[in-house]
């Protein structure tokens, strides 16, 4: 038996010992601490329904995601949903006719604190619970002063020299070539790491469907509304602008709102003005962009589907390709 098992198992024995020859005391303190739990759990229960801490805990789970504070983004969440439980069983209704909405609210709540817990999990995949850790061994690291030892004592006299050999033309050879290897390691560009890569997708979209690349609409009165949204993978977009272009034959049925209009006059009936640009600036990751992008266009005639091409450029992405657009697919439904 290791040391530490025998402490363990020493330390049961002396608190059952203790207990076993004054049990009158020990039940009146375990009375005593049941009692005040008790009073607490109750007192915060009733308290959380006179105050909208359900809604500042939203708040704040959102904040924390924003900033990958997991762990702490997980206690907010479930403590908005017991606050909208509490507040819930407290609310007296009237009459009869409100009680279904009572049980409803009580089949919502636990349905979108699951999709919550859902989404956080999604944003998180293999990044750490909180970097507020991280932070704090930093910021240790860097104010507490360590011990500086002291520095030995050196001789004052030099030690013998030494004798000069010759290197053989194989072995130079050798160190001439790395030597060239790793000149051109050091002159290759560091690869960055906080590369944005972005993602579009029809709106409204799921974390669990996110992206849908291909969506049926409804053509009405030879016009088909579109919705869609984009986001950031990975890390902040910085001074982001994104392209938007439809499929050769497409028409906009009126300009789609905060877009410029790139060929507002084209030098010829083949250059069809049918691109857009929109200045996002800083989005950050893994949030869709919001205000939803929405559109009314004419599709061509005689076609059953049309593309629309997305394509986002920021500071901190990779180059542009000018052919490699994000292509969502529309197929109408007549």
Not at 174 to 200: C, G, M, N, T, Y
């Amino acid at each position: 038996m290791s040391d530490g098992a025998a402490v363990w198992i020493y330390v049961v024995l002396a608190v059952a010992n203790f207990a076993l020859q004054d049990w009158k005391t020990v039940k009146a303190i375990f009375s005593w601490f049941w009692n005040g739990l008790r009073w607490t759990v109750v007192g915060i229960w009733h308290w959380s329904a006179t105050w909208s801490w359900e809604a500042v805990c939203s708040i704040g789970w959102l904040g924390m995601l924003a900033v990958n504070e997991y762990a702490i983004g997980l206690c907010l969440l479930s403590a908005a949903a017991l606050g909208a439980i509490s507040k819930l069983l407290h609310w007296k209704p009237l009459d009869y006719s409100r009680v279904p909405r009572k049980a409803l609210g009580m089949l919502a709540i636990p349905v979108a604190f699951i999709l919550a817990v859902l989404m956080t999990l999604a944003n998180k995949r293999d990044k750490p619970w909180s970097p507020t850790k991280d932070w704090i061994d930093a910021y240790m690291a860097t104010s507490v002063p360590l011990p500086i030892p002291a520095f030995p004592q050196f001789s004052l006299t030099l030690p013998p020299p030494l004798g000069i050999s010759h290197t053989d033309p194989a072995t130079m050879a050798i160190l001439e070539q790395e030597i060239r290897v790793q000149k051109r390691i050091l002159a290759a560009p560091a690869p960055s790491s906080d590369k944005a890569r972005f993602e579009a997708s029809f709106w409204p979209s799921l974390i669990t469907e996110w992206p849908i690349h291909r969506k049926t609409m409804p053509l009405v009165n030879g016009v088909v509304s579109v919705t869609l949204t984009f986001m950031a993978r990975d890390h902040m977009a910085k001074q982001a602008v994104m392209w938007l272009r439809l499929c050769r034959g497409c028409a906009y049925a009126k300009e789609p709102a905060g877009f410029q209009n790139l060929n507002a006059h084209p030098l010829s009936r083949a250059d069809e003005p049918n691109e857009r640009l929109l200045v996002v600036g800083d989005l950050l990751p893994n949030v869709a962009f919001a205000p939803i992008i929405a559109m009314d266009v004419i599709p061509p005639p005689n076609e059953d589907h049309f593309d629309i091409g997305v394509q986002v450029g920021c500071e901190n992405c990779d180059p542009i390709d000018p052919k490699e657009f994000q292509v969502l697919r529309v197929d109408m439904q007549r």
